[in-house]
C-alpha cells in the first residue's frame, strides 16, 4: 500500500470507532475547529468553490515539488472534511494525488457528501485539489523540458 | 383531542411514515417541498396501471371509455374541490409551475402590452416571478412587487399605490412557502377588481391546509400542484374563471386541444381541452382526485382545526428556544416556520438533524427576494401538515437543542 493509501486507511480506521453518526460528526466539528482558518487574501470570490448552500475556499501551492494546500468553509462540518482532505492531500506531490483513489470517504460512510446532488462544494473541491496537481505536473515537466 | 380525527389512524394511512431512518424513526417535517401518499392514492396508481391504463380522449375501446369516465370524474372531484362553478374551469396541468406558465403566455398574448406592468409580491416563489418576468421581457412590460414588513405581512397601505392603470393582473401567493404567511387575499382581490385587474392566487402551499372556495374569493385565476396535497407528483391544476378562458388563447399545440387541423389553419377544441394539449397525465389527475377524496373523508374542518393546534404548538415551543430566530410572523399563518440558529450554519444545522432522522429543509425554499429582505443567505425550514404530531414536533425541538450544543 503506498503512504497516501496508509494515511486514508488510518481515517477509515479513526473513524471505525464511532458507531454512532452525531459521535462521526461531533469528531468531524473538532477537526474543522482546528484547522486554521484560511488566509483572509485566499478567503475571496476568487478562491470561492461555489456550493449554493455552504461556501468552500480553496488555494495551494507548490513548494519543493510539494503541493501546499489552504481551505476553509463556513459550514463547521463540511469544514472538518475538508480537514480530512487537507490532511490527506497537504504536501504531496502532484503524483501522488494524481495516481491513488480517493476511497477515504466512501470508507467513512460520508459518500453522499461527494455526490453531485449534494450542495455543499465538497465534490468541486476534491476537483480542484486534483486540479491543481495536474496543474502543477504540467508545470514541472515543461521545466524539465526547457 | 378533535373529534373525529385519530392520528394513529391517519399515521397509518400513510406508508412511508411507518419507516426507521438511521434506526430512528422518520420524522418527516419537509412537507412543503413534496407530501407523503396516503395508502389510496398508491393503490389507485397502481390499479390504473395495472387494470385500466389507456390513452383518454381518442380510443372508443372499452379501456379508453374507463379511463376517459376516470379522468373526467376527477375534473368533477376537483371542481367540487375548489367549489369552482363548471368543470370547463379546471384545467390539468403538470403542477403549478405549469399553470402558472399557462397564464402568463395565455394571457399575455391577449391582454399585455409594452408600457403594462404585472404586479406579483416580494414573497413569491420563483416560479410566481420567472414566468412573469419572461412575459416582461416578451411583451416589453414591466414587473412591480408589493413588498412586506419584517413580519412577513404584506404592505397593503402601498398596493393602492402599485395598483395602475397600467397593471394588467396581480399574480399573489396565498401562502408564503418560506415565510408561512397567508395572505389577505380577498382584500387584494377586491381592490383589484375595483379597477378591473384580475388577480391569479397560487395556492401551492394552501390547499394542503385548508379548505378553498374560488367563487368566494372571486379569484380569476386559482392554481396548485397535487404532489403537494397528498397526490402524485407530475400533476397539477388550473383553475380559470369559464369567460375569462374563453377569451384566451391555448398556451401549448397538440392532439387533443383541436377541433379541426388543416395545414392552412387549425379550430381549437373547446374548454377545458383547449389548454390540455397532448396526451395528458390522467394517473396524475385521477390520483390527486384520490387524494381530495381521502382528505373529504377525514373532514377539512377536522384538519384545519387539528393543525392550528399543532401550529400553535410549533410556534410556542420554536419560540422557547434561546438563539432561535423565526422569520415570519405573520398574525395568520399556516404551519411552515422558517428560522436560523444563532451562528449555526443551516448546513450543519440540517445535516444532524438529518441523523436524527428528522427530515426539513434548508436553503432559499426558492424564494430568493425574501431572504434578500432579510440579508441571509436562507433559513431552515420545517413545514407540518395533518399527519405530523406534538410529539414529533417535541422531537424537532430536542433535535435543534442537541445540534446547538454540538455546534457551539
Known sequence: ?146 | MIMGFNINQIRSDFPILQQQVYNKPLIYLDNGATTQKPRVVIDTIRELQEVHNSSIHRGIHYLSEQMTGRYEAARETVRAFLNAASTQEIIFTSGATGSINTVAFSFGEKYVNSGDEILISEMEHHSNIVPWQMLCRRKGAQLKVIPFNDKGELELEKLDELLSERTRIVALTHASNSLGTINPVKEVIKRAHARDIPVLLDGAQMVQHGEVDVRELDCDFYVFSSHKIFGPTGSGVLYGKEAMLEELPPYQGGGDMVDQVTFDETSYNTLPFKFEAGTSNYTGAIGLAAALEYLQSIGFEAIGRYERELSDYTLEKLERIGGLKIYGNAAERISVFSFLLDNIHTYDAAMILDKMGIAVRTGTHCTQPVMDHFGIDGTIRASLVFYNTMEEVDALVQGIQKTIEMLS
Open chain 1, 1 to 146: 500500500m503506498t503512504e497516501y493509501n496508509v494515511t486514508q486507511q488510518d481515517i477509515v480506521d479513526e473513524f471505525s470507532v464511532f458507531e454512532d453518526w452525531l459521535d462521526r460528526y461531533n469528531y468531524l466539528i473538532e477537526l474543522g475547529n482546528d484547522l486554521p482558518a484560511i488566509d483572509p487574501e485566499f478567503r475571496t470570490s476568487e478562491y470561492l468553490i461555489n456550493g449554493c448552500q455552504s461556501k468552500v475556499w480553496l488555494h495551494a501551492d507548490l513548494v519543493d515539488g510539494r503541493l501546499q494546500f489552504n481551505a476553509d468553509s463556513d459550514a463547521i462540518i463540511v469544514k472538518g472534511i475538508v480537514a480530512l482532505l487537507v490532511k490527506l492531500m497537504h504536501d504531496r506531490t502532484p503524483a501522488e494525488i494524481l495516481e491513488n483513489e480517493l476511497f477515504f470517504i466512501d470508507g467513512i460512510g460520508l459518500r453522499q457528501n461527494l455526490s453531485p446532488t449534494r450542495s455543499n462544494g465538497l465534490l468541486a473541491m476534491v476537483k480542484k485539489m486534483r486540479l491543481y496537481a495536474m496543474a502543477y505536473q504540467a508545470k514541472e515537466n515543461q521545466n524539465k523540458e526547457a
